[in-house]
């Protein structure tokens, strides 16, 4: 891998860019647990980073650490530049951090639209009061809102669906939805925690490709937890890898693919 200082190219010739955030040190104890053990790497703008490891390893304590959730008990968050202190649930959510869950976390009474519209609430101004009082200017938002909402919409191609309630939905597009939403919020980081988590082959499939053009088109640096090998192998620029707390990997797939630690305590065990 070479580092240009702005960017790197990765061994498969991929580039990306410069360091968006860098987890330093980074240690987490749950009262006797401790979950994360002293691990520090970084996340490259437009990059897509896996994290992978056993059940157990830290992976998601690692996830919302990274998305401000977890503050760690010992070690450094630095984002764009400055270090990251503790925040109040407010402050996180202004981050430009958004993420998807393991479990589906959507409004299944909602249609899809307005649920996707809800990811862009931290970016709206104008709340009820300001309505009421300015309505011209709120509207107007209202409308930059909607749109940016159904260009994502055609994007990811559920502009049939649009109207539909989400507990009506299946899995697969349910789990679209929710990355839809994710992207509503025009994050500087998307967190994705195992985004294929229960899909059929065709669905992951659908999910690879969307993830891809994702960030193709927008640029959008991605951090996934996945336990399909193929998928983050496939998909990512560079892996984290991490067992019992620790790292044990970091580096492009074909170089954790062949870390014998990497073999040991994750892949040989997958893959016997
Ligand atoms: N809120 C918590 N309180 C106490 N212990 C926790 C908490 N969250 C995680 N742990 C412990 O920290 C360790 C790491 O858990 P974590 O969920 O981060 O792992 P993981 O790699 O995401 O696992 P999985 O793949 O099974 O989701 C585990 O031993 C877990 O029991």
């Given at each position: ?15 990306v860019?410069?360091?968006?955030m ?26 897509i ?6 059940n ?6 690692m ?8 503050v ?19 402050q ?29 609430l931290?970016l ?7 309505q ?18 159904e260009?994502i919409?055609?994007?990811l ?5 649009r ?13 679209r ?16 925690d ?17 993830i891809?053009d994702v ?29 019992y ?14 870390n ?10 997958a893959?016997?």
């Amino acid at each position: 891998m070479k580092d240009t200082g702005a960017g790197i190219t990765t061994a498969e010739g991929g580039s990306v860019g410069p360091v968006l955030m860098e987890l330093r040190n980074i240690t987490l104890r749950f009262g006797g647990v401790v979950a994360i053990k002293d691990i520090s790497f970084d996340i490259r703008e437009g990059e897509i980073r896996a994290i992978i490891g056993p059940n157990g390893a830290g992976k998601s304590s690692m996830l919302n650490v990274i998305s401000g959730f977890y503050v760690p008990t010992e070690g450094e968050v630095w984002f764009r530049g400055e270090k990251r202190g503790p925040m109040k649930p407010y402050q996180v959510a202004r981050l430009g951090i958004a993420r998807t869950f393991q479990n589906i976390a959507l409004f299944d009474g909602m249609s899809v639209l307005d649920n996707i519209m809800t990811g862009r609430l931290t970016l709206m101004h104008s709340g009820l009061l300001s309505q009421a009082m300015w309505w011209g200017k709120a509207a107007a938002e209202e409308d930059e809102h909607r749109e940016k909402v159904e260009k994502i919409i055609d994007f990811l191609e559920i502009q049939n669906i649009r109207k539909t309630p989400v507990g009506r939905l299946p899995y697969g597009l349910k789990k679209r939805v929710e990355l839809a939403r994710a992207l509503a919020a025009e994050p500087k980081i998307l967190l994705l925690d195992e985004p294929m988590a229960g899909m059929n082959v065709e669905e992951k499939e659908d999910m690879c490709r969307f993830i891809l053009d994702v960030n193709d088109e927008f640029g959008t640096t991605t951090v996934l937890i996945e336990h399909d090998m193929g998928v983050v192998m496939d998909l990512s620029d560079r892996v984290v890898v991490m067992d019992y707390g620790r790292k044990i990997g970091d580096g492009p797939p074909d170089e954790v693919r062949n870390n014998q630690d990497v073999i040991d305590a994750y892949l040989g065990v997958a893959h016997a």
